[in-house]
């Protein structure tokens, strides 16, 4: 069910919460065995907060009464392990919640546990996790794509009706895309950071993973918002997005960025695009080429800045006061076995996994004295060049439609062991963060083999409301969103073995 | 530019992260190979462009000077690896025979 759903029968009285939540613990209890979407949950937790909900009863205030929702791994939440997939945050419980936690919890919800992902958000295939991989619902064989992997996974498996993710370079969006599901990644400081476990503090935003645009315009409503514990959310009042969603696109000028339909297109990719084009068309939007003439640098971009903010959040993990802490090495017998820096360096070693490693490698090369002129210092040039594109681009027209990945999803494992592929899959969906604009990822299709295929849009700063509008009136001419993955869930590699 | 599995070595001693020889020589390619790809931006022009380290007009968020109740000092141990009393407990800094 769609939390649109959800509301409805609690409305007509119809279901309860504690029906829809035990129906979701069965259908979690089927299903994570064969996904493994979740790094925790706890029956008796979630049996808990339905009590107290029914209790309390529905009221105006709280818009979002007995909705379940999934947490990714790397948002804080009171009591409950938060450990960015990682080994060095093992067993951490958050003496806090997040902002958006405790918006979403003062506004009724339901929370269902944590969602895996890769590694502190490094990866894009929810392969890099100390929990294992998540897989994809529509293809065991293939990765759900990542970093926001288990949430994009619970989400098109109906073991959640909608989660939360974190999108740093892509990863609401490309996990949303390969999934067949919708994901929002917010205009940079329309949702409040505090509580999000920082990955690359002026990229990160949270936001929702759903079914529906309708439903992500639902959750974007109760997160965003000024928060005077985050000074980088920014002080704007929040437009009303569910009466955005009733008005026709109908004379709204769509762009079609050149660069983005460049060759390394999956032609299935594209071809779903141009069909989704024709929708537009067809409900009065018209559609113009335009340039993004720095698109081709905003990969290179993206990993010089994104790696140097990382290493430098990533030194706060050193075994001291949460976490992860090596033992003092006693076989050695060597006199620096128990001293700090010992403590520092074994702790993170035994901690992180390779990607953390090789990403806080990297940031700390590319911030070095000798290169940081060369790398990061040009990196935040090529920054401004990006970020001016979109405003160029935005002068033209009012949306723009791109696909969100250039494939669909890929085999697990098909690029575990060469990093530059992995980070080339990203390629659509980084410029956005560099640029802070917002951007919505919805279903558009599917591969003859049965995999989804995601279109994007994007919009100027703060306009979240045109993107759900533009959004929610393709899902009214199209039924891509209705689909769901089979219950049987079969793995292509299996299938090939039982012939 | 070549990475060496010694340059990757010093890194992670700037990094804190102790690595092992097959990952010193593992990242040593993969960190060339990155940094090879990155080296696309030196086409870019950049001159007279000025850096965004922050997309948002943002300087100074000022709030109120006002005294506000704090995470308590057992809430704020409860994580620690190891504590002794109000304190987190950690090796010594200072090596009295160095």
Redesign the interface.
């Known amino acids: 069910m769609t939390l649109r759903q959800i509301q409805e029968s609690y409305r007509q009285k119809k279901a309860a919460p504690v029906q829809v939540a035990e129906d979701l613990l069965r259908r979690i209890e089927q299903q994570e065995p064969k996904i493994h979407a979740f790094a925790w949950m706890d029956p008796q937790r979630v049996r808990e907060q339905v009590k107290e909900l029914e209790k309390a009863g529905p009221s105006a205030e709280r818009p979002l009464w007995g909705i379940p929702l999934l947490i990714k791994d790397n948002i804080c939440v009171r009591g409950a392990p938060t450990t960015c997939a990682s080994k060095i945050l093992a067993?951490?419980?958050p003496?806090?919640d997040a902002t958006v936690v405790e918006r979403l919890k003062k506004a009724g919800a339901i929370l269902l546990g944590m969602a895996n992902m890769d590694e502190f958000a490094f990866g894009s295939s929810c392969e890099h996790s100390c929990y294992g991989p998540t897989r994809n619902p529509w293809d065991l064989g293939y990765v759900p794509g990542g970093s926001s992997g288990g949430s994009a996974a619970a989400v098109a498996a109906r073991m959640a009706p909608a989660a939360l993710g974190s999108d740093t370079g892509g990863s609401i969006r490309q996990p949303a895309s390969f999934c067949g599901v919708v994901g929002l990644k917010p205009t940079?400081?329309r949702i409040s950071r505090y509580g999000l476990i920082a990955f690359a503090s002026?990229l990160d935003q949270i936001g929702p993973i759903t079914r529906t645009v309708e439903d992500a315009a639902l959750l974007t409503q109760v997160m965003a918002g000024p928060d005077?514990r985050d000074?980088?959310c920014?002080d704007l009042a929040v437009p009303d997005y569910l009466r955005a969603l009733g008005q026709p696109i109908h004379g709204l000028r769509l762009g079609l960025p050149k660069e983005y339909l460049s060759a390394g297109v999956d032609p299935e990719v594209r071809k779903a695009i141009e069909e989704a084009l024709t929708v537009f068309r067809k409900l009065g939007a018209t559609v113009k080429e335009v340039s993004l003439p720095?698109t081709?640098?905003a990969?290179?971009?993206y990993?010089?800045v994104a790696t140097a903010e990382a290493?430098s959040n990533l030194?706060r993990f050193?075994?001291?006061?949460?976490?992860?802490?090596a033992r003092?090495s006693t076989s050695s017998g060597r006199a620096e076995g128990?001293?700090?820096?010992?403590?520092?360096?074994?702790s993170?070693?035994e901690g992180?996994g390779?990607e953390a490693?090789?990403r806080?490698?990297?940031g700390?090369?590319v911030l070095?004295s000798g290169y940081y002129d060369a790398?990061y210092?040009?990196?935040?040039?090529?920054?401004?060049?990006i970020?001016q594109d979109f405003s160029r681009a935005f002068e033209q027209v009012d949306c723009l439609v791109t696909p969100t990945a250039p494939t669909p999803a890929f085999r697990l494992g098909e690029k575990m062991e060469d990093?530059?592929t992995m980070?080339l899959s990203d390629i659509f969906t980084i410029s956005i963060n560099l640029?802070?604009v917002p951007a919505l990822s919805l279903p558009c299709g599917f591969t003859p083999a049965g995999l989804p295929v995601g279109m994007q849009l994007i919009a100027k700063?703060f306009a979240e409301d045109l993107l759900f509008r533009v959004g929610h009136a393709y899902q009214g001419a199209t039924d891509w969103h209705e689909r769901e993955p089979p219950d049987e869930i079969a793995s292509s590699s299996l299938r090939g073995s039982s012939q | 530019m070549a990475?060496s599995p010694k340059d990757?070595e010093a890194?992670?001693r700037?990094?804190?992260?102790?690595?092992t020889d097959e990952?010193l020589a593992r990242?040593a390619g993969?960190?060339d190979?990155?940094?090879s790809?990155?080296?696309?931006?030196?086409s870019?022009k950049?001159e007279g462009?000025?850096?965004?380290?922050?997309?948002?007009p943002?300087s100074n968020?000022f709030?109120e000077d006002k005294l506000q109740p704090s995470?308590p000092t057992e809430?704020?141990l409860?994580?620690?690896?190891?504590r002794e009393g109000p304190f987190?407990k950690?090796?010594?800094?200072i090596?009295p025979t160095g």
Do not use: C, W
């Open positions: 067993g951490f419980r003496p806090y940079y400081g002026s005077p000074s980088t920014a720095h081709e640098y990969v290179p971009t990993y010089i290493s030194a050193d075994g001291v006061r949460f976490g992860h802490r003092p128990k001293t700090m820096l010992e403590m520092y360096t074994r993170r070693e992180f390779p490693k090789r806080i490698t990297l700390t090369f070095s790398y210092a040009r990196a935040l040039k090529v920054r401004t060049l970020q990093p530059l980070y640029a802070g700063p | 990475i990757v890194l992670s700037l990094a804190r992260i102790q690595l990952e990242f993969q960190l190979g990155i940094l790809y990155v080296e696309k931006l030196k870019a950049t462009v000025a850096p965004t380290s922050h997309v948002l943002l968020v709030r995470l809430e704020a409860a994580n620690a690896p190891a987190f950690v090796p010594k800094i090596d």
